[in-house]
């Protein structure tokens, strides 16, 4: 009777024994968890937190090499430009701007955005890892001005922010003969502009183009349109400087990679046309044929 008694009292405190080291092992896993959760942090800003996997999608955004993720000054202007934009969101938020219908709109245009650059890249990426040796080999060999007897020009050149200036401003500098005077017009205008040296290579220009660079007259300016920026141009010299080896195989893919996504978004193009049901007047404005 007496060693029942007993026994009881043990069995209840060793359960609590048992109870109490259960808690210790929740409370600790709690413990871990809280505190693998705050070297994710890297910035508070009130309620809101900047992550270690935001920085890093910011510096992927920013195509910022592997081995300068880790460079303080990189890292201070990223993380500086991340923490603003955090900060204005939460104004945003605060002032109820998420509700107002254009804003909406350009929410979901941003998601969409996003969502069909997902799409396409994952389109791209299935066939570019289909290309091989073989298809390497056979684009460079088909490509000998990108390659083998790819060529540099030597310029100096005035660059020009392409939406600063008219098509009238580019038409009348074009007829100029000399960079003097095209950058003498461009202050004229107002128009901001610099000037400096540079190259141009045969492999990143239509070849017409550099078919013209090649015969080009010891007084000839080029204009070069294109986004953002637009250049006028001298020649001062061309020389040949294939490219071979392991750099010319990875320039190679990238632009095998670049031809698969232009070919993939005039697919994905004309797809669409054929499933869109467009209705009322937008139907005829469609059957419309472009511009010529």
Do not use: W
């Not at 048992?18 to 505190?35: F, N, T």
């Amino acid at each position: 009777m007496s060693v029942f008694r007993l026994a009881r009292p043990c069995r209840i405190a060793a359960s609590i024994v048992l109870c109490s080291v259960g808690l210790i092992g929740c409370s600790k896993k709690v413990e871990e968890k809280a505190e693998a959760a705050k070297s994710q942090i890297v910035a508070r800003l009130g309620e809101d937190v900047v992550t270690t996997q935001e920085l890093d999608n910011e510096l992927r955004i920013a195509q910022v090499p592997t081995d300068k993720r880790k460079d303080p000054a990189v890292v201070k202007q990223v993380l500086g430009e991340l923490v603003s934009r955090k900060y204005l969101v939460r104004q945003a938020l605060d002032a109820k701007l998420d509700r107002e219908p254009t804003v909406l709109l350009d929410l979901l245009r941003a998601r969409e955005t996003v969502l069909a650059k997902a799409a396409a890249s994952r389109d791209v990426a299935k066939k570019s890892s289909a290309i091989v040796g073989s298809d390497v080999e056979l684009y460079i060999n088909n490509n000998p001005m990108k390659f083998a007897n790819r060529q540099v020009a030597r310029i100096e050149q005035i660059v020009v922010p392409t939406n600063a200036a008219s098509q009238e401003v580019f038409d009348a500098a074009r007829e100029m003969k000399s960079l003097d005077e095209v950058a003498q017009k461009l202050t004229a205008l107002g128009i901001a502009h610099s000037r400096s040296t540079g190259t141009l290579s045969s492999a990143d220009i239509p070849a017409d183009v550099f078919d013209r660079i090649r015969t080009q007259q010891a007084d000839d300016v080029f204009l070069l349109r294109g986004q953002p920026n637009s250049l006028f141009f001298k020649v001062n010299s061309v020389e040949t400087r294939p490219l071979e080896g392991e750099a010319a195989a990875r320039q190679a893919r990238q632009a095998m990679q670049l031809d698969l996504a232009r070919s993939e978004a005039s697919l994905a193009s004309i797809e669409a046309v054929l499933a869109a049901k467009y209705e009322g007047e937008y139907a005829e404005i469609m059957k419309m044929q472009a511009p010529q």
